[in-house]
C-alpha cells in the first residue's frame, strides 16, 4: 500500500469530537481528502464549522501546518451521516468514538462488514487495546491503536499499539503515515493497559497526589514545580536525556545517583496503586476556586492550547533551522 501520494488519497475520521476534528484537520493539512462520519447531523455541522473556523484562526496567528490555505485545507474536509459513502475509498480509518469498550466494539464490527482487506482500522483509544476492541474480526489484522494526545493538532506525540494479531507491515505503514502528516509516532512492541504515555503520566499523578495529601505542598506549588521545572527541561530532552546530560553520561549518573534515588522512594513514596480520592479531589479543588473556578474551564483550555501551540511552532522552527544547518 502506498501512502506517498495524499492528495489523491482519502482518509476517514469515525466520530466528529475535538480528536475527530484535530485529525481530520491534520490529515487535511498533508493533503489528505478527509471524511468524517457522525449519527449525530448536528454534531457533525458544528465539527465541519469548527475546523474551518479553526483553520482559519491558525492562518492568522501563523500556526497553521502543512501545505495550502486554511480555505484549501478546509476544502479537503467533508462530512456524511453515511458510514458506506465515509468508507468509500478511504485506504486509512481513524475511529475517534468515546473511550466506551461495547461502543468501539461495536463500531468496529460495522466496519468490519464494510471495508476491504486492505484498509488500515486505527483507534483513538487512550486506555483500551486494539485486542479487547477488535478480536475475532474479519480484518482483525488490520486494526491496531493509534492514540494522540490531546490537543493532537499541537502536540505531535501518537503512541502506535499494535495487537498480538495485527500485521507488522501495518504497524509500519501507519508510523509512516504519522510521519506523513507531521507527528511524531512512537512504537510501543506489545500491548499494556495505559499503553507508555499514561502510565508515566500516573506515576507523576500519584507522587503529586501524595504530596499534597501528606500536605508537603500546595496544589498551586505542585503544578508550579512542574511548570517552572520539570516541564521546561522535558519540553526539549526526556527523562532518560536528562540523566545523561547531568553527568558525564548516564552511567556514570547511576554511579553518583542511584542509591540516593533508591533512599528517597523507600522513604517517601507510597505503595501502589494509588487512590485519586473524591475527599482530596474536593480539596484541591477549592484551593483552584478562586483563580480556576470550574465556569473559567474553558477559557483556560483555550489558553493552552494557544501556548502549546507557540511551544510548537518554537520547536518546528528550531528543528528547521537545525537542518538548514546540517545542510
Known sequence: MEINAPIQRKVAIIGSGLIGQNWAMLFASAGYQTSMYDVEPGQLQRALEGTRNQLTKYEQK???KGTGTAEEQAERI????????????????QECVPENLELKQKVFRELDALVGNDVILASSSSCLCASMIADGLAHMQNVLVAHPINPPYFVPLVEIVPAPFTSPDVVVKVRDLMKAIGQAPITL???????????????????CWNMYKTGLLSAADIDSLCTNGLGMRYAFIGP??????????IKDYCERYAQGAVRVQEETFHQIPVLYDTPTAEKIQDDWAISLPLQKLPERRAWRDNMLAKLSKLKSDEKSAENEELK
Open 78 to 93: 467533508s462530512g456524511t451521516g453515511s458510514l458506506q459513502e465515509c468508507l468509500n475509498g478511504a485506504f486509512y480509518v
Open 62 to 64: 501563523g500556526f497553521l
Open 240 to 249: 532518560l536525556e536528562t540523566m545523561h546530560l547531568n553527568a558525564n553520561g
Open 189 to 207: 512492541q506489545r500491548e499494556c493497559l495505559g499503553f507508555a504515555l499514561n502510565r508515566i503520566q500516573y506515576a507523576c499523578i500519584n507522587e
